[in-house]
């Protein structure tokens, strides 16, 4: 009786402790203020993605040749274009191609980074010959090298994924390198090792889920980078083909009728702002949250 | 010292080798045949294949690599399809803007984030500070060719006071040199003045903490002294790092700010370049870019010894 009567305390302990940890960690949340706002942009950001091209009627790239460069109205909230395509509703589609390419950036070139990172961490020759490849990437800028791959691949939207995150995997490898370099130290990774674990067992079984968290932070920085990159691409020609909607081909057509026209330059500006300034901020935020050491200076 | 340098230097062989590699082959995999953009469309088969000889595009492509990384060792990058001149030349040319650009950004980038990231400090968790730690974030996240079209719709369009685009050389005076390039350079500073400012407030809250700081006080030294003397010689390190930085991006990743203001720099030249498939200006640019980086870094290090003595280079790292 005593046994299973402890048995239950134990349990209410138990479970007392995990309902305060949450509430710590919900707190924690709530009152990170970056975090917060950096989340409601991205999740609005989102759903207008998701959602919202299934709410508008129209296609984007509907012409309507009387209603040329109308201004901002009740009717075209964001004007039209040249074309006489309503902005607003071209933007909507834009936040799909290019969020969608943002996050398929992101989760590709997280893979890619955290395989080569964590490899040339635990082994030093491969170290050696991929720090010096990744090197090479990082001395030139990334713009360059994406459009160089972009010329080599050709225009279109799964070629800009593979660019892009070939030009954001060094910048991955290399915080789960440094962090997988610390940790394949500890006690704990030697101790795994004395029982006999296979180098693969202790790569990911031990080493890999403690490099997540800066690892996460870090793919919403390169979210934010994709945004932009392929913003700039589509912006110089190299991108997306046009008419397709992403948010670099909408603001490469305003560039030409910028005198004309500043809404077709202004609202998908904005709107890649506010994408950029949310995933700055979460990622900010994120990085208080997980990895409290690297962000102590700035506080 | 000399042993630093020579290591330093001997360090960016391998990196030089395997950026102008990596580039090398990926011109290599891009479709088009430059021999038939320079001659057009209405060229024959046969004036194509000849020209394809000429320029030696026939070869296999490890005799390619070859021959260009025996040309590039001895200074040689070989000639532009369409430009009528060495890729040196061209090179050459394509710099004077680029610097003049890169320099005036950083000078608007360093004068905007000092000041602005000291005050932050000295007035931690104040408006004042919230206001500059925002316009830092903000400074940030704008791309700067998002940047560069809402300057041209406010100082262009709208008010009419500058250029949109354009350049004049240094030759023209100095005015016209610059009202050219005040946009742009603007355009590309912001970001930098951004993060200089961060790196600059929390570099100084780390050094404000320190004994040494009080002590100062303590024995009635100015205020501005305390500050400009004995902070921020102390926090200088990490801003310097940052500047070196900012300026390394400035001086190759400038290359759509060139394009939207068409300034005849490096970075148009590269655009340009993979644009024509004018595959020896591109590789001779990348070689460029990549020197630049290596050599900036290299500065920047020596100048750590020089803004703070602590640091000596000769010692093991």
């Known amino acids: ?299 | 010292m000399k042993t630093y340098l020579f290591k330093r230097l001997l360090a960016a062989i391998p990196v030089l080798f395997i950026v102008s590699t990596i580039v090398f082959f990926i011109l290599q995999l891009t479709p088009g045949d430059p021999a038939l953009v320079i001659l057009g469309q209405e060229a024959t088969v046969d004036e194509v294949e000849d020209l394809r000889q000429q320029l030696k595009l026939d070869r296999p492509i490890y005799e390619q690599y070859f021959n260009w990384l025996f040309n590039a060792l001895k200074g040689d990058l070989g000639e532009s399809y369409f430009m009528n001149e060495s890729v040196i030349e061209a090179i050459l040319s394509h710099l004077g803007p680029t610097i003049s650009l890169g320099i005036l950004a950083e000078i608007i980038a360093i004068t905007l984030a000092l000041p602005l990231g000291i005050l932050a400090a000295r007035r931690k968790g104040s408006v004042t500070d919230q206001s500059v730690m925002a316009f830092s974030l903000l400074g940030m996240s704008i791309p700067n060719f998002l940047l560069s079209l809402f300057l041209i719709l406010v100082f262009s369009v709208s008010w009419r006071l500058l250029p949109v685009a354009g350049y004049a050389p240094l030759s023209d005076g100095l005015w016209e040199h610059i009202k050219f390039l005040i946009l742009p350079a603007f355009a590309l500073g912001t970001a930098h003045a951004a993060l200089i400012a961060r790196m600059t407030r929390s570099a100084m809250l780390e050094v404000l903490n320190a004994n040494y700081i009080k002590t100062a006080r303590a024995k009635g030294v100015k205020e501005k002294w305390v500050i400009y003397k004995h902070a921020l010689r102390n926090a200088f390190l990490p801003i310097l790092t940052v500047i070196g930085q900012s300026f390394l991006g400035l001086m190759g990743g400038t290359a759509i700010v060139e394009t939207i203001f068409a300034i005849p720099g490096i970075g148009q030249l590269i655009v340009n370049g993979v644009m024509r498939r004018d595959y020896a200006i591109v590789q001779g640019a990348v070689l460029y870019v990549t020197f630049a980086f290596v050599f900036i870094n290299l500065a920047v290090d020596m100048l750590y010894g020089i803004v703070n003595p602590q640091v000596r280079l000769d010692s093991k790292k």
């Not at chain 1, 713009?143 to 010329?151: F, I, K």
């Open chain 1, 1 to 299: 009786m005593t046994i299973s009567s402890e048995n239950i305390d134990l349990h209410a302990v138990k479970s007392a402790l995990k309902k305060e940890q949450n509430k710590i960690l919900f707190r924690q949340i709530m009152t990170n203020g970056s975090l917060v706002v950096g989340f409601v942009i991205i999740a609005f950001l989102m759903l207008v993605a998701l959602f919202g091209p299934l709410l508008i009627a129209h296609d984007p790239n509907t012409m309507d040749v009387l209603n040329r460069f109308a201004a901002p109205s009740a009717d075209h909230w964001f004007g039209t274009d040249n074309l006489g395509r309503d902005v607003l509703v071209r933007v909507i589609y834009g936040a799909r191609i290019s969020m969608g390419i943002g996050v398929a950036v992101a989760i590709i070139a997280s893979m890619a980074g955290l395989i080569v990172g964590i490899y040339s961490s635990y082994y030093k020759w491969l170290d050696h010959l991929l720090m010096r490849i990744s090197d090479g990437i990082m001395a030139f800028p990334g713009l360059l090298l994406a459009l160089a791959l972009m010329a080599a691949l050709g225009g279109r939207a799964s070629n800009v994924v593979i660019a892009v995150s070939i030009v954001a995997t060094p910048y991955i490898a290399r915080v789960v390198r440094s962090e997988a370099l610390a940790l394949k130290e500890q006690t704990f990774v030697e101790a795994t090792r004395a029982l006999g674990a296979s180098d693969t067992r202790i790569i990911w079984r031990h080493i890999a889920p403690n490099t997540l968290s800066s690892l996460i932070v870090q793919a919403t920085f390169i979210f934010a980078e994709a945004i932009i990159v392929e913003a700039a691409l589509s912006f110089l020609g190299a991108g997306i083909p046009p008419p397709a909607p992403s948010w670099g081909n909408i603001l490469s057509d305003g560039k030409t009728y910028i005198y004309k026209a500043w809404w077709m330059t202004f609202f998908p500006g904005m709107t890649i702002t506010l994408a950029i300034i949310g995933l700055n901020l979460f990622g900010d935020g994120l990085r208080d949250l997980l990895d409290p050491h690297s962000s102590k200076a700035t506080k």
